[in-house]
């Protein structure tokens, strides 16, 4: 991650960690704004 903070924070985790956290956020963020939610499974 290029952020120092976000770097300090989540920078020791593994790759399927940070894949798992990241779709976490996807989801989370297509259900707040009432979106879909698309993942690259999907295509």
Do not use: E
Not at 9 to 30: E, H, P
């Amino acid at each position: 991650m290029a952020d120092k903070q976000t770097t300090r924070l989540f920078g020791g985790i593994s790759d399927d960690t940070n894949k798992r956290l990241r779709q976490l956020l996807v989801q989370y963020f297509c259900a707040k704004t009432g979106g879909p939610v698309f993942t690259p499974d999907d295509r």
